[in-house]
């Protein structure tokens, strides 16, 4: 993150340089007498040595990203060379010459006022033009940097940039021009300057209002759409197509025959293994502290109710609304389910209004710690409290004298209060010595949350559902588990307390013989890298394998407005929604996915619907246990290449999971050639996924 900021720094110092120099020598001519032009030359000569000092630490920054993968630079290096690196070397062979002889000029009297002859070299377009061209260029790479981040990547773009930047660049040059023309026999030259400086700053205005005005209108989330309008990328480059059938937005397979997400669905007869009733409805709970929540809930308790199934188990959860306005639904995280079960509202079903109710079916597949939560307005709804955990146990269960913990972090919106379950404080629990202890660690946060386990040797054996191979004994090692994903923790108690601390919280568990003792030492050791942590294993496929589908998400920030509204915006590949692409797949296909942070901050990859195999970060192999994750988190600066199987056909969400980030636009979808859906979001509807 350091190393991007500094990056951005490099941009506004250069523009911030290059602009005062670029001022100053535009003014030259309006200096009274000699000695003060020497003593301005001089000031500009010293802007533009610390300019190139600042363009050298540029050429720094961008190497050193893209010593971390040239994704990092690729769409910049062009425009950087084009806009300020060839300018500022005009200025060195044309401009600085000049003024170094200007500056070394003897002067008979210090106070003789410049003739016609000075003014007419002071407006020389070869003396003035390179500086003036630097100020224009970094002022560009800045404002792009700012609000069309990854915007250059396609060559149009490049072209329109290029062409922007060479029109201004000619229009200076003429000015320039009749400057050096006209000084000396014009006697309304600051009448003249004062109106081309009133006229630029009027255009200047008028550009910025408009752009303002058709950004903001433009950026507005429609009455009524499908999500699967749009950009569609198949993986060899992207085309915009608006497949219309019965007035539904869809996409069409090879073959011509269409699916809709409600066709895929499970089993809809049949006794269920296990039947749940969630009730959704407002209740102020109370903390362990004493702290009381006006929160959402299902069944009157947040987190909701556990839901223990075993694998394989038809499982039946029937959703009721009592008197959540806004609506509700269920999405099982990380549970590979069929598409129409999967409980985005908008896209796989309509959501569940007050009064209403709705049923999911399905098969519980894949072993391991998963949960639930609302995916209507979740970046609001998750937080208040919509949320619960959801465990498949194998079908033969665990061994009965395993304590099983489960342990959910949350921080509860409209209020600084954070609690694992509703433990606020510090909580002491039985523990008899010899007893194996699973912790099945779950981070309902918008970010990243550390645990740290004192006291006890322990093995983290599950990363996201999925069990690691042969897993090594850890000792005061942090984990830092991704906003949405699970870590399953697992020791034998031994004799002495163990103390699990989550982030810098009092949220603490104390385990021991009688729920009492010294806590023990929180030692926070370096953070676990699940790519080198464990065994390698065989897996269906690596970084060699031949890929049917590869895509790039570049993920970065810029200025700009989400449904009317501006600020400071989280993109894939330069837009937000619905704008950003959707990933066009067959099923069978395999597909590789890279992604690119360069923003500022950690964004959580949540893929619904599959498991991603993790190949590489940074350009370095995954080496330890294969690790299959649903939840990704990708660090400022990283690049991380993973893949999945396309084996679960429907039209699926693929987003940001700080659900903050993802209610301003963060979310594309990944979808199945031949899938279609007859929901439709947008301020009409009753649908808002996010």
């Not at 050096?180 to 910025?208: P, Y």
């Not at 009381?292 to 987190?303: E, R």
């Not at 790519?531 to 496929?541: A, D, E, I, M, R």
Request: proline share 5%; with cysteine; glycine share 8%.
């Amino acid at each position: 993150m350091i190393l991007i900021i500094a990056d951005l720094a490099m941009i506004f110092l250069l523009f911030v340089i290059w602009g005062i120099a670029g001022y100053r020598s535009s003014h030259l001519l309006s200096l009274p007498t000699k000695s003060r032009v020497r003593s301005s030359v001089r000031g500009i000569i010293v802007l533009f040595g610390i300019g190139v000092l600042l363009l050298l630490g540029k050429i720094v920054t961008s190497s050193l990203l893209a010593s971390k993968g040239w994704l990092f630079i690729q769409d910049t290096i062009i425009l950087q060379s084009v806009l300020v690196v060839i300018p500022i070397v005009s200025v060195l062979v044309f401009s600085v010459p000049r003024l170094q002889k200007i500056a070394r000029r003897e002067i008979t009297n210090l106070e003789q006022p410049m003739d016609v002859t000075d003014r007419a070299a002071f407006s020389t377009p070869a003396l003035i033009l390179p500086i003036q061209a630097v100020g224009f260029g970094t002022a560009m790479e800045l404002i792009l940097s700012l609000f069309f981040p990854a915007q250059s990547m396609e060559w149009s773009n490049l072209v329109i940039i290029l062409m922007i930047f060479a029109a201004v660049t000619g229009v200076l040059w003429v000015i320039q021009r009749r400057r050096g023309r006209t000084e000396g026999h014009s006697d309304n030259r600051q009448g003249q300057n004062l109106l081309w400086i009133s006229a630029s700053v009027l255009l200047g205005i008028i550009v910025v209002s408009s752009w303002f005005v058709l950004s903001s209108q433009s950026s507005r989330i429609p009455d009524r759409m499908s999500m699967t309008m749009g950009k569609m990328d198949f993986g060899r480059g992207a085309v915009t197509t608006e497949h219309h059938m019965n007035g539904m937005n869809h996409t069409v397979s090879g073959d011509g025959k269409t699916v809709s997400v409600t066709d895929l669905v499970g089993p809809q007869t049949g006794v269920p293994d296990k039947k749940f009733t969630l009730t959704a409805l407002k209740k102020t709970i109370q903390l362990n502290s004493g702290s009381t929540i006006d929160a959402w809930t299902y069944n009157g308790q947040s987190p909701g109710p556990e839901l223990r199934v075993n694998q394989g188990d038809l499982v039946e959860v029937t959703l009721v609304n009592k008197d959540i306005d806004e609506g509700v639904t269920i999405h099982w995280h990380g549970q590979d389910v069929p598409n129409g079960e999967d409980g985005v509202s908008g896209l796989t079903q309509d959501a569940v209004m007050p009064g209403q109710a709705f049923t999911y079916r399905f098969h519980a597949n894949q072993v391991g710690s998963y949960w639930y939560h609302s995916h209507q307005q979740s970046s609001e709804q998750v937080q208040k409290g919509l949320f619960g955990a959801f465990i498949v146990e194998p079908k033969e269960s665990l061994q009965s004298e395993t304590q099983d913990i489960v342990v959910m972090t949350h921080r509860w919106n409209d209020t600084n209060e954070s609690a694992a379950d509703l433990l606020d404080t510090l909580e002491g629990r039985k523990i008899a010595p010899g007893s194996p202890l699973r912790f099945r660690l779950i981070n309902t946060d918008n970010k990243p949350t550390s645990f740290f386990l004192s006291g006890v040797k322990f093995k983290v054996s599950a990363i996201d559902g999925t069990d690691l191979n042969a897993p090594a004994d850890l000792e005061n090692a942090r984990l830092e588990v991704a906003a949405g994903g699970r870590y399953d923790v697992t020791f034998i108690m031994p004799e002495q307390p163990v103390l699990l601390s989550i982030g810098s919280s009092a949220n603490h568990i104390l385990l021991s013989a009688d729920g009492n003792g010294a806590t023990p030492e929180v030692v926070k050791g370096p953070v676990l890298d699940p790519l080198l942590y464990g065994s390698p294993k065989t897996t269906p496929f690596g970084l060699d394998s031949r890929f049917d589908r590869e895509f790039v998400m570049v993920i970065d920030n810029k200025l700009g407005f989400f449904d009317g509204k501006f600020g400071r915006l989280h993109t894939f590949n330069g837009e937000v929604f619905p704008n950003t692409p959707m990933f066009m797949v067959k099923e069978g296909d395999l597909v590789k996915t890279t992604f690119v942070n360069r923003s500022f901050v950690p964004h959580p990859m949540h893929l619904h619907g599959h498991k991603m195999l993790v190949l590489s970060r940074n350009g370095k192999t995954a080496s330890g246990s294969p690790w299959w994750t649903d939840t990704l988190n990708v660090n400022p600066g990283e690049i991380y290449e993973v893949a999945f199987r396309a084996d679960n056909p429907g039209i699926w969400m693929d987003h940001c999971h700080n659900l903050i980030h993802a209610a301003e636009g963060m979310t594309l979808h990944l979808a199945y050639e031949g899938v279609t859906t007859p929901f439709e979001v947008g301020h009409a509807t009753i649908n808002k996924p996010e």
